[in-house]
C-alpha cells in the first residue's frame, strides 16, 4: 500500500475513533478490487447499554447493521472495514470533514474542510434538511459555481433522490446531455457514489474544450475510472452502453427534445430533465391564429411566449406517456434561483397507451395545429 494512503487512512481511523464522530460512509471500489460489501455507514448511537458504534452495510441486496462497544471491539470493527478496498471515504465530525478518493494509479487524494459552523455556535439540524449536498463541500472548491448554481444543482439532486427507489441495488449506467461544466455531473455522481452504488457516468457536451476542462476535473477528484466525458451533439454522441438514467439541465429549446426523445430510445429506467428557454412552439403559434375563444392567450407577445412554455412541456409529458413513461411536470428549486425551474421526471413503466391517451394528445396538437419536435424526432425512432 503507498505510504500516503495508508497515512490517509490511518487519519480516517483516527476520526472514526473519536468522540466527535457524526457520520461517515465508505463506498465505491478500486481499480480492480471489489470491497465484501458495497457501502458501509458508521455513526455513533446511545443505547439504553451505553453509547455504540452503530455499523451499517449492505452487500447490494440486503443491509446489515449492528452496534460495536467502544474499545478493542469498535477497534476491530474499524480496522476491518479500513482493509477493504473501498474507493471513497467521507467522514464527518464535529469539528471538520474529510474526503478521501483512491485514484486509479492506488495513491490517496484527500480534502479536508472545516465544520461550518462557528465555536459554540448550537448545531443547526435544520442544515442537513436545506441541503442535499452542503455548500461547503469541497466538491465545489474543485468544480466551482455560483451560489444560484449551487442551489439548483442540490435540487435536481433532491428530486433524483426522490425518483430513484431506496431499495436500488446493482451498476447503474447515467448520462448527463448537455452537460456544459459539469456541475449537476458531478454533483449527482457524489451523491450516488454516497449511496453506495456502482455508478458510472458519462457527461456530453458538444464543445471539446468543455470535454478536455471536465475529464482534467474528473481526474483530479480521482473519478476519472467512473466518471467521463464526451464531445458531440445530445442526439449523436457515442455513449455506450445505454444508460439506466438520462439527466439534462437547461438543455436549450429543442435540444430538451433531443434528450428526451434519445432517453426514449434507450428505453432509460429513468428521466430528469430541466428544459430552458422554449422557442419551436412559439415560433409556430405565431405563425398562425388561436383557435376560438382562445385569441386573448396569444393576442399579447409575453403572454403567448409563457402560453408556448406550458403548451410545450404538456405535450413533452404527454408524449412521453405515450412511449411507455410515466411522466409528471415539477418545480424543483424556487423561481428566485431560475426563472427555468421546471422539471420533466419520468419513469418508464413500459405499459402501453391508451386510446383515450392517444386521443387526449392529437386532440391538443390539432386544436392549436403545432406539431412538436419531440414528436417528430420519437416517429422518426418507429
Known sequence: MPEALESALAEVRALLLAPGLTRAVAAGRRRGQRPSVVRAELRPVALKSGPRLQIATSDGSRPHTRNVAPGAEADAAVDELLAEPFGNWHVETADATIQLRVTKSGEAQVHRAAASRTAGEPERHDRAKEWLLDPGDPLFREIGGSAAKR??????VRALAATLPDDLTGPLRVVDLGCGNAYL?????RYLMRRGLDVTLVGVDVREDQRRRNTELAERLGWADR??????????????PAPDLVLALHACDTATDEALARAV???????????????????????????????LLTRQ???????????????????????GYRAEVVEFVDSQHTPRNLLIRARRTAGAPTDGQRAEYRELVGQWGVTPRLETLLAERA
Not at 455531473?185 to 455522481?189: G, R, S, V
Not at 466518471?227 to 455506450?240: H, K, L
Open 185 to 189: 455531473t458531478f454533483a449527482a455522481y
Open 301 to 323: 407577445g409575453i403572454l403567448r411566449e409563457r402560453f408556448a412554455d406550458v403548451l410545450t412541456d404538456a405535450l413533452r409529458a404527454g408524449l412521453l406517456r405515450l412511449h
Open 151 to 156: 442551489r439548483q444543482v442540490d435540487a435536481l
Open 265 to 295: 430510445r434507450w428505453d432509460a429506467r429513468w428521466v430528469l430533465a430541466a428544459p430552458c428557454c422554449h422557442h419551436d412552439l412559439a415560433a409556430q403559434l405565431r405563425a398562425r391564429p388561436a383557435p376560438g375563444p382562445y385569441e
Open 227 to 240: 466518471v467521463s466525458f464526451v464531445a458531440g451533439t445530445i442526439a449523436e454522441a457515442p455513449v455506450e
